[in-house]
Nanobody, 132 residues
Framework: QVQLVESGGGSVQAGVSLRLSCVASEYTDTLGCMGWFRQAPGKEREGVAVLDTGSGNTVYADSVEGRFTISQDNTKNTVYLQMNSLKPEDTATYYC?????????????????????????WGQGTQVTVSS
Protein backbone atom coordinates (compact mmCIF):
# COMPACT_ATOMS: atom_id res chain seq x y z
CA GLN A 1 0.00 0.00 0.00
CA VAL A 2 1.47 3.32 -1.09
CA GLN A 3 0.82 6.30 1.14
CA LEU A 4 0.48 9.74 -0.45
CA VAL A 5 0.57 12.89 1.62
CA GLU A 6 -0.32 16.24 0.10
CA SER A 7 0.62 19.65 1.46
CA GLY A 8 0.90 23.24 0.34
CA GLY A 9 -2.73 24.25 0.11
CA GLY A 10 -4.07 27.47 1.55
CA SER A 11 -6.26 30.52 1.14
CA VAL A 12 -4.90 33.08 -1.31
CA GLN A 13 -5.92 36.01 -3.45
CA ALA A 14 -6.47 35.62 -7.16
CA GLY A 15 -3.36 36.01 -9.24
CA VAL A 16 -0.86 34.58 -6.80
CA SER A 17 0.93 31.24 -6.90
CA LEU A 18 0.94 28.10 -4.77
CA ARG A 19 2.96 24.93 -4.96
CA LEU A 20 1.40 21.68 -3.84
CA SER A 21 3.55 18.75 -2.81
CA CYS A 22 2.75 15.06 -2.75
CA VAL A 23 5.17 12.86 -0.87
CA ALA A 24 4.96 9.15 -1.62
CA SER A 25 5.96 6.31 0.68
CA GLU A 26 7.50 4.53 -2.30
CA TYR A 27 10.11 5.64 -4.80
CA THR A 28 8.26 7.84 -7.27
CA ASP A 29 10.21 6.42 -10.18
CA THR A 30 8.56 3.05 -9.43
CA LEU A 31 5.12 4.62 -9.70
CA GLY A 32 4.41 4.73 -13.39
CA CYS A 33 1.73 7.36 -13.33
CA MET A 34 1.11 10.19 -10.89
CA GLY A 35 -1.43 12.91 -11.06
CA TRP A 36 -3.30 15.73 -9.44
CA PHE A 37 -7.08 15.88 -9.33
CA ARG A 38 -9.46 18.34 -7.72
CA GLN A 39 -13.00 18.46 -6.50
CA ALA A 40 -14.99 21.58 -5.80
CA PRO A 41 -18.12 21.54 -3.63
CA GLY A 42 -21.07 20.19 -5.54
CA LYS A 43 -18.94 19.16 -8.50
CA GLU A 44 -17.42 15.94 -9.73
CA ARG A 45 -13.75 15.26 -9.32
CA GLU A 46 -11.73 16.32 -12.33
CA GLY A 47 -8.25 15.70 -13.56
CA VAL A 48 -5.81 18.60 -13.37
CA ALA A 49 -2.44 17.22 -14.43
CA VAL A 50 -0.83 13.81 -14.80
CA LEU A 51 2.74 12.71 -15.28
CA ASP A 52 4.22 9.54 -16.74
CA THR A 53 7.17 9.26 -14.37
CA GLY A 54 9.21 7.21 -16.81
CA SER A 55 8.86 9.19 -20.02
CA GLY A 56 8.17 12.56 -18.39
CA ASN A 57 5.11 13.02 -20.58
CA THR A 58 2.45 15.24 -19.06
CA VAL A 59 -1.23 15.92 -19.64
CA TYR A 60 -3.07 19.00 -18.42
CA ALA A 61 -6.68 19.99 -18.21
CA ASP A 62 -7.55 22.77 -20.64
CA SER A 63 -8.55 24.99 -17.73
CA VAL A 64 -5.03 24.95 -16.24
CA GLU A 65 -2.85 24.60 -19.35
CA GLY A 66 -0.13 27.24 -19.27
CA ARG A 67 -0.74 28.11 -15.61
CA PHE A 68 -0.03 24.84 -13.78
CA THR A 69 3.03 22.62 -14.01
CA ILE A 70 3.43 19.08 -12.68
CA SER A 71 6.94 17.88 -11.89
CA GLN A 72 8.76 15.24 -9.89
CA ASP A 73 11.78 15.01 -7.66
CA ASN A 74 12.71 11.37 -7.34
CA THR A 75 15.35 12.16 -4.69
CA LYS A 76 12.51 13.27 -2.43
CA ASN A 77 9.81 10.85 -3.67
CA THR A 78 7.75 13.94 -4.32
CA VAL A 79 5.51 15.20 -7.10
CA TYR A 80 4.70 18.89 -7.25
CA LEU A 81 1.95 20.98 -8.75
CA GLN A 82 3.07 24.54 -9.34
CA MET A 83 -0.01 26.70 -9.69
CA ASN A 84 0.42 30.21 -11.07
CA SER A 85 -2.10 32.95 -11.79
CA LEU A 86 -4.66 31.32 -9.56
CA LYS A 87 -8.32 32.05 -10.20
CA PRO A 88 -11.39 31.74 -7.95
CA GLU A 89 -12.53 28.82 -10.10
CA ASP A 90 -9.42 26.91 -9.02
CA THR A 91 -10.91 26.66 -5.53
CA ALA A 92 -11.18 22.97 -4.64
CA THR A 93 -9.72 20.14 -2.64
CA TYR A 94 -6.69 18.87 -4.52
CA TYR A 95 -5.82 15.20 -4.45
CA CYS A 96 -2.67 13.38 -5.41
CA UNK A 97 -3.04 10.00 -7.12
CA UNK A 98 -0.58 7.33 -8.14
CA UNK A 99 -0.61 4.10 -10.08
CA UNK A 100 2.15 1.53 -10.55
CA UNK A 101 1.60 1.29 -14.31
CA UNK A 102 2.32 3.91 -16.97
CA UNK A 103 -0.34 2.40 -19.21
CA UNK A 104 -3.44 0.33 -18.76
CA UNK A 105 -5.74 -1.74 -20.94
CA UNK A 106 -9.30 -0.48 -21.08
CA UNK A 107 -11.78 0.47 -23.72
CA UNK A 108 -10.33 -2.22 -25.94
CA UNK A 109 -6.90 -0.64 -26.16
CA UNK A 110 -3.80 0.39 -24.25
CA UNK A 111 -4.12 3.81 -22.71
CA UNK A 112 -1.28 6.00 -21.55
CA UNK A 113 -1.16 7.61 -18.14
CA UNK A 114 -4.14 9.93 -18.02
CA UNK A 115 -7.21 11.26 -16.28
CA UNK A 116 -9.36 8.19 -16.84
CA UNK A 117 -7.04 5.80 -15.06
CA UNK A 118 -8.45 3.86 -12.13
CA UNK A 119 -5.64 5.04 -9.89
CA UNK A 120 -4.62 2.58 -7.23
CA UNK A 121 -3.59 5.07 -4.56
CA TRP A 122 -4.97 8.40 -3.40
CA GLY A 123 -3.98 11.00 -0.86
CA GLN A 124 -6.29 12.68 1.63
CA GLY A 125 -6.34 16.02 -0.16
CA THR A 126 -5.31 19.59 0.51
CA GLN A 127 -7.65 22.56 0.30
CA VAL A 128 -6.99 25.46 -2.04
CA THR A 129 -9.21 28.52 -1.75
CA VAL A 130 -8.78 31.44 -4.12
CA SER A 131 -10.65 34.67 -3.46
CA SER A 132 -11.21 37.48 -5.91
Amino acid sequence: QVQLVESGGGSVQAGVSLRLSCVASEYTDTLGCMGWFRQAPGKEREGVAVLDTGSGNTVYADSVEGRFTISQDNTKNTVYLQMNSLKPEDTATYYCAADPFPRRWYGGRWNACGFKYDYAFWGQGTQVTVSS
